[in-house]
């Protein structure tokens, strides 16, 4: 059989990969449970982008299966053996500020723009068109290929939790959900919540600080909409006190002016409103980012409040404000192989006659695992009346960088980049973790803007015709 010229069998897709791609990430696929159903519990938007790519799928003469809307797959080929690549349909919320519409999928400067664009959307459709050229050429396989879509990646994998209950699992497989050349280690990952309620802040024998004493009252401080992304956008609203509503604007106003920090100021009777523009990404690496709640709640620090407000203020002071690698919490950890350990403040809800609580993403190396870290934590959380709630903890997960898996996509990426193929740890979750042997591959290349879960998130076009053909190389020489 001559050579395959993998990128030339892309190019006489690529019209269609392009459109299908554009169509796929016009569905609005986040998060919805206000039209959860039966086969759709994560809304319809979810189910949508999955009937839509197990649709394209079908048509491409593959086998599929719906599980339950939890997620779904697509086969083609035969043996006892089986490799999977596992993708998901679903997206983080679009949040403020974009300069095309998030849902458009418009074509700008080479670049497909829209949320899903580059996590997981885009490279997912790359996945499809790789194993259609696969199954179109028909090439001799002697193990079956399975794409498998999950739903809940952006949440808590309640889709993979449920497939891999009735399911079958891979022999080994890959997300091409990450970064080029390979990752093949991660970093465990945690979703904590810290709680604090009225109630148990008074039981420590606090006492209130009197109104008169106080230059505002914080009645509400809202920021983030995700653990596991950085916040953009904060909201306090404060009650005047010492200070009138239009010195508290005032104040904060030349506190922007002094530091270049965007926000506004809107004054409602004896109420302020404060807004504090941040900027989003990944929570697995938040010092990229600019965190708008541990900001703002950084400014009311300057003003006399009341007492539960500036044990708030001391907490997120302490323990969270700018930082990311959770040496003030005394967790700080650096693994030569899978890096640092880090924290992130990706939700904090306060509400004065309520709960105070902070989503709190960390990801730590395999040699720092949870149980060693978990007794300091809970003693910083018992000194100001929070309780701790894990949410979710995943451990590490890496694959032999010697297996054949490994191996094999290395070469593949040498031989269509021209590159080394040096494989990476990292601190993101993928669906690599998913597998009893997984491993993450692409679809960032080396230097790329890793835009994921940040307005305005985009794929080059070319990104995706070369990635849909290391897919495609990468599925036939596992599979053949």
């Known amino acids: 059989?001559?050579?395959?010229?993998?990128?030339?069998?892309?190019?006489?897709?690529?019209?269609?990969?392009?459109?299908?791609?554009?169509?796929?990430?016009?569905?609005?696929?986040?998060?919805?449970?206000?039209?959860?159903?039966?086969?759709?519990?994560?809304?319809?938007?979810?189910?949508?982008?999955?009937?839509?790519?197990?649709?394209?799928?079908?048509?491409?003469?593959?086998?599929?299966?719906?599980?339950?809307?939890?997620?779904?797959?697509?086969?083609?080929?035969?043996?006892?053996?089986?490799?999977?690549?596992?993708?998901?349909?679903?997206?983080?919320?679009?949040?403020?500020?974009?300069?095309?519409?998030p849902y458009a999928a418009e074509i700008v400067d080479g670049k497909i723009v829209a949320r899903g664009?580059?996590?997981?959307k885009g490279p997912g459709m790359a996945s499809i068109f790789a194993a259609k050229i696969v199954k179109e050429l028909g090439l001799p396989l002697s193990k079956r290929v399975r794409l498998i879509f999950g739903t809940d990646e952006e949440t808590s994998w309640r889709c993979m939790n449920t497939y891999f209950q009735t399911e079958e699992m891979p022999t080994m497989g890959f997300t091409p959900d990450?970064?080029?050349?390979?990752?093949?280690?991660?970093?465990?990952?945690?979703?904590?919540?810290?709680?604090?309620?009225?109630?148990?802040?008074?039981?420590?024998?606090?006492?209130?600080?009197?109104?008169?004493?106080?230059d505002a009252k914080l009645s509400q401080l809202h920021a983030g909409l995700r653990m596991n992304m950085v916040p953009d956008r904060a909201r306090a609203l404060l009650e005047a006190g010492r200070l009138s509503a239009q010195e508290l604007a005032d104040k904060?106003?030349?506190?922007?002016?002094?530091?270049?920090?965007?926000?506004?100021?809107?004054?409602?009777?004896?109420?302020?409103?404060?807004?504090?523009?941040?900027?989003?990404?990944?929570?697995?690496?938040?010092?990229?980012?600019?965190?708008a709640g541990t900001e703002l709640i950084r400014f009311l620090a300057g003003l006399t409040l009341d007492s539960r407000a500036e044990q708030l203020i001391e907490f997120s002071n302490k323990y969270l404000y700018q930082q990311h690698y959770g040496e003030a919490m005394g967790i700080g950890h650096n693994d030569p192989e899978m890096g640092p350990l880090t924290l992130n403040t990706g939700i904090i809800r306060y509400e004065e006659d309520g709960e105070l609580r902070f989503d709190i993403n960390i990801r730590?190396?395999?040699?720092?695992?949870?149980?060693?870290?978990?007794?300091?934590?809970?003693?910083?959380?018992?000194?100001a009346a929070f309780t701790l709630q894990i949410e979710e903890n995943m451990k590490p997960h890496r694959v032999d960088?010697?297996?054949?898996?490994?191996?094999?996509?290395?070469?593949?990426?040498?031989?269509?980049?021209?590159?080394?193929?040096?494989?990476?740890?990292?601190?993101?979750?993928?669906?690599?973790?998913?597998?009893d042997v997984g491993v993450a591959f692409g679809p960032l290349f080396p230097g790329g803007a890793d835009c994921a879960h940040q307005r305005d998130e985009f794929i080059k076009i070319d990104d995706l015709v070369k990635a849909t053909a290391i897919y495609a190389q990468a599925i036939y020489e596992l599979a053949k």
Not at 23 to 44: C, N, Q, Y
Not at 117 to 120: E, G
Not at 254 to 263: D, I, N, V
Not at 366 to 383: A, F, G, K, T, V
């Open 1 to 101: 059989m001559s050579k395959i010229n993998w990128l030339e069998e892309v190019e006489k897709r690529r019209n269609d990969l392009i459109s299908t791609t554009q169509e796929f990430l016009r569905i609005k696929s986040v998060l919805d449970p206000s039209t959860a159903r039966e086969g759709a519990p994560f809304g319809e938007g979810i189910q949508k982008a999955l009937e839509f790519a197990l649709n394209v799928c079908a048509e491409a003469g593959m086998e599929t299966k719906d599980v339950g809307g939890y997620a779904g797959h697509a086969e083609f080929g035969q043996g006892e053996e089986l490799v999977g690549v596992l993708s998901h349909v679903d997206v983080v919320p679009e949040g403020e500020g974009w300069t095309t519409p």
């Open 117 to 120: 664009s580059l996590d997981d």
């Open 178 to 214: 990450a970064d080029f050349p390979l990752i093949y280690a991660e970093k465990g990952l945690t979703h904590l919540v810290f709680l604090q309620s009225k109630e148990a802040y008074l039981g420590q024998g606090r006492t209130e600080r009197a109104a008169q004493d106080c």
């Open 252 to 291: 904060y106003q030349a506190y922007l002016s002094e530091t270049g920090h965007k926000g506004a100021a809107t004054i409602d009777d004896n109420f302020v409103t404060l807004t504090f523009e941040g900027k989003s990404v990944h929570g697995m690496d938040p010092g990229k980012g600019i965190n």
């Open 364 to 383: 730590y190396p395999h040699s720092q695992p949870y149980s060693q870290w978990e007794p300091i934590l809970l003693d910083r959380l018992n000194e």
């Open 401 to 435: 960088p010697n297996h054949p898996l490994v191996t094999t996509l290395q070469k593949v990426y040498s031989e269509q980049t021209g590159q080394e193929a040096n494989i990476i740890a990292i601190g993101g979750a993928t669906y690599g973790r998913s597998l």
